[in-house]
């Protein structure tokens, strides 16, 4: 039995079946749409976050099969001081496959230790969210054509913001990348990350603040929201809110064929004049993240690809 | 696309279409219980409305459908200052209907500009509840055979009673109807009700505090609510909470025929000895409303009566 | 029309057919995977329970059944004052069948003189959780062969341990048992549990605080937690919340097939170090909680077992 706790919890081989899997769904769902007939996906959230949790649902019922969970800790058993260990190894009677978001880095690892079914990281503090790095490459790879020799800009909260450093790791496994690390002085990006995902691979990086003077240079920009909730101080927060805006005028500097991609959700550091320009593709990444959060759930169930028969994970 | 944000979001046809559709579909559910087989309902609930949720979640899964969402703001994305825009439009992505609850006025036709798929109006603060007026022409037109030449009652909170507003509004397309308006002097109904509802159309209403003596003329009574939540001032509420309660005894003084409607939940304004009296229609409101919502998403979703063939909304 | 609010709401014979029953669907539940189609459970869980309402939701979704509901009082329309009845009667509407959990003792009864489909209480205050039971009876009976005859030590909170007084009273019905009470002075078996189940069928049980010496004349051993949530003195819980621990090495003084049960979630009272030990049987409950959950629906929705054309309850 596998999970999926990383990205790197899949080698790079089933990364990118994984992928394909999700294009061809997104092509044409039609003959996926009750693969999970009588299968139960749980969502246990210990945090609130609508947008995962409803596109992990939608993504098992899209397949046809049923969900259960609970949306926050408070409508949990956490507060009986059950750890998260039995929490698994009890929620393994009532699905198939589970899906955990935890505010603390390493509880779906734990989770998965004791459970008798398929876990999934649907994110874990400032440690992971593998399904959304998965999502990011399927976006790009459909812009571009391709994961390599690439010039990808990363602007905004770079010292918190967790779908950057999995993104980081996961385009350091492909050639001729060259990332670009646009952030305040106060947000750039943890010596950690660098050590551990730019560093072994020699990958080639840099870092500055500005980030109209490498708009006309970049093949990809992933934009980032300051996060709020990070802040341990108001005071800071609200003077580095703001610190970066994109807006249609902006963006005339960048190449025509450059994405912007968002996790979402975004505050005002992308303008919702950007939201008509083609190169918008944070949309596209809430679209894809159906099909790439299917294609988890059956390849974590083992289920082939009844057009091609192939199955994502390796024996 | 069609959305429903307010009744006359449908013209005067398509409401009675649409009251057809449900009066079909409330006889014989057999026939439409898999029409939105594979299709999603997302119930985005920025306040807690268990019985208005569970309904639409009901009409959905009774059509064979499936639902997902959340029930209450602390639950979703707005708490990281997402706006209802971007939620609808993400949301469109997992869902193939929204159903809205807000606080605020307007959210949901908001949420309707940047939505890819329909979005029903479940309830916007003080503005429109337009599946509940839907539901109370319905129980009327059953219990009274038409919505026309009808003496109507409201009786209650008239000034803050959203239901009142728009149930008047929408008797007030019918001919003949006559308006009883029964409340305490602070509760009156609003100026601009009579400005935008009754006016217009010269309509004849009086208003008056004494429910007793209006009772034997009137061929409808719609009580409503004193709603706590809606007042500033404890005080004020206490004052004015219990001014009319329905009980046996005082129902003695209507004609058999008067239906009591009210749109629940019920405090002390109608005692529970009214409840085994064949004109208690409260409950009865409960039962259609699910037919309603099966009907208005069927509707929205552009599904055709499979029993006539017809569709409730015009090209 | 049958409701499920006490163990013996169903007579001792209609409870034994229950167990068989959900010892059939556990030993091949394909027969049973679509008797709910079309069907819906309503869970109305006024305190959180994650456990027991995902339990019921599997158990529903297992037979092919949908769900709705709602999990914490603050989700639903308890805020606005309605009554237990008034909402029972209302959900009647949305739902084929209604599982409520509810802080207050009686509520669910009341809940069932006004539905319109069975009630299942899956929890009320200290009073009783009638499923937990029915999944402790099948749990012992796998595991021991029979319900008679049989030493059962209850051990920890005996005082606010609701399951305790409902098993006591179960196994009361049969003949031969020896009760076995263990518990600090402060947590001993209320009185009135003595008077209702044990002295009207002159049941032979001792009262101690000793685990070890008690432990090799144990046919079955019932753990509990000493639940922080009923105490109103922080102290008091602190001084007595850890004193039972049962590890392995007290487990050698056991007999070898002597099951542990314990009705989770648990904090300390059971160690880790016990899970791989043949005789703990507290996961198996979990595993056999829906099986049982299954079958109480099945029952109150009078659908026979399509193997063996058997009701479980009487006309």
């Given amino acids: 039995m596998r999970h999926f706790i990383e990205p790197n919890s899949f080698s790079l081989e089933e990364q990118l079946a994984l992928l394909d899997l999700a294009d061809r769904m997104e092509a044409d769902p039609a ?10 996906l749980a969502t246990l959230f210990y945090e609130p976050s609508t947008r995962t949790r409803l596109s992990f ?14 949306a926050g800790a408070q409508l949990s058993s956490a507060s009986k001081g059950e750890t998260v260990e039995d929490t698994a190894r009890v ?3 009532y699905a198939d496959v589970i899906a955990m978001r935890h505010p603390k880095e390493g509880a779906p690892l734990r989770a998965s230790l004791s459970a008798r079914v398929p876990v999934i990281n649907a994110g874990d503090g400032g440690h992971a969210h593998p ?9 790009i790879r459909q812009r571009k054509g391709r994961l390599d020799h690439l010039t990808i800009g990363f602007c905004g909260d770079l010292k918190f913001g967790r779908t950057v450093h999995s993104l980081t790791a996961a385009l350091s496994q492909f050639e001729g990348n060259r990332f670009v690390f646009i952030s ?24 500055t603040a500005d980030l109209e003077a490498e708009l006309p240079h970049l093949d990809v ?10 802040f341990f101080n108001e005071e800071e927060y609200l003077r580095l809110k703001g610190c970066y805006q994109l807006d249609e005028a902006l963006l005339q500097k960048a190449p025509q064929d ?4 968002h996790p979402l959700p975004r505050i005002d550091e992308i303008k919702k004049d950007v939201d008509d320009d083609p190169r918008a593709a944070y949309f596209d990444q809430v679209h894809n993240g159906v099909y790439i959060r299917m294609a988890i759930i059956l390849a974590l169930l083992d289920i082939p690809d009844p057009v091609t028969g192939k199955k994502v994970l390796e024996a």
């Fill in 184 to 207: 305040p002085e106060d947000l750039r990006l943890p010596q950690y990350v660098k050590n551990e995902s730019l560093e072994p691979t020699h990958q080639i990086y840099k870092e």
């Fill in 57 to 70: 649902e939608s993504a098992m019922l899209r397949l046809g099969g049923k969900t259960l969970g609970f």
């Fill in 258 to 261: 450059m994405p912007v991609l």
């Fill in 31 to 40: 003959p996926y749409a009750h693969l999970c007939d009588g299968r139960i």
């Fill in 91 to 93: 929620v393994s009677n």
């Fill in 221 to 230: 920009l992933y934009m980032t929201r300051i996060q709020q909730e990070r």
């Fill in 131 to 139: 399904s959304q790095t998965m999502i990011d490459l399927m976006t």
